[in-house]
């Protein structure tokens, strides 16, 4: 879906501000299953660029931002290295030992997005802060989504993973490109991704209800900028196999003389 209009091109008015005049703008029209709106209209924005950084420049300064961040906020204090050796007890298998931490982060840990209702007090959630260090909310007991993937990178590098927080595009938002030097407007989501041979797993223990080792659909297909100190390490996030999606359902069921039925019927949902 294209359109056309015309823009002339920026005019400065004076010191203080420029003009910008766009016309015959064309209607919205919307389609099935089109791209978010916000990639589909013509739209201006305005924002600050640090140091004048553009491209490659400013994304190796935000990967290099992320990988500091991530270095102060999951450094193994007492309770990491407690919660680790009590969890990976016994434990050998690689992939064992993130599935007990993922399980550890998503179970053991109040997520203040998906808890249940009374769980917090109104209190308890004003003290969240989404830059709270792992040692902070493991004593805490609860977070957000962003604290307890904290939590998880941190659990995960003391167990020996290089684990780097990373920050992610989205389908529903702004589509990523290099010249929109925005971190903020492009990339407002976050996970943790662990090296895989060549490539990169991604976890989003903060999703609570996401499978081990999945995304969601939202964060599927879609750049990731893992964090790093010298490099800029710009990833694709993997879609989900469609095995990966099932619906299943069971039915224990009883029908009487009279032909009533009565029983009990289970759903099960895995995936999208």
């Known amino acids: 879906m294209t359109s056309k209009c015309d823009a002339k091109g920026m ?5 203080d501000f420029y003009e910008l005049e766009v016309g015959n703008f064309p209607a919205d029209n919307s389609e099935p299953y089109q791209p978010p709106e916000k990639t589909n209209i013509a739209w201006l924005m305005f924002y600050m660029s640090p140091n004048g950084r553009t491209g490659d420049s400013y994304w190796k300064m935000e ?14 204090g007492k309770r990491v290295k407690s919660v680790i050796k009590e969890l990976l007890a016994g434990v050998s298998g690689e992939e064992e030992k993130l599935e007990a931490i993922y399980d550890y982060c998503v179970t053991e840990l109040i997520n203040s997005v998906y808890g249940k209702s009374g769980e917090l007090s109104p209190e308890e959630r004003k003290e969240i802060k ?27 590098r003391a167990a020996g993973f290089d684990a780097r ?16 030097a925005s971190l903020s407007t492009t990339m407002k989501r976050r996970c943790v991704a662990i090296p895989n041979g060549d490539s990169w797993r991604y976890f989003d223990p903060g999703g609570k209800y996401l499978a081990f080792g999945h ?8 750049v990731a900028l893992v964090s790093d100190k010298k490099n800029v390490l710009i990833q694709s996030t993997p879609f989900s196999k469609s095995n ?9 069921l009883t029908l009487d003389e009279k032909g009533s039925l009565t029983g009990h019927v289970e759903f099960e949902l895995t995936g999208h």
């Open 165 to 180: 927080n990373t920050a992610l595009n989205s389908r529903t938002g702004y589509r990523f490109s290099k010249v929109l």
């Open 63 to 76: 990967g290099a931002n992320l990988y500091k961040k991530m270095d102060s906020t999951t450094k193994a």
């Open 244 to 252: 990966d999606t099932v619906e299943k359902s069971k039915a224990k």
């Open 130 to 156: 989404s830059d709270m260090n792992a040692e902070k909310v493991l004593a805490q007991g609860y977070g957000n989504p962003r604290n307890i993937n904290t939590v998880f990178c941190a659990l995960a």
């Open 215 to 222: 995304l969601d659909w939202e964060a599927q297909g879609v």
């Open 11 to 15: 005019v400065k008015k004076g010191d």
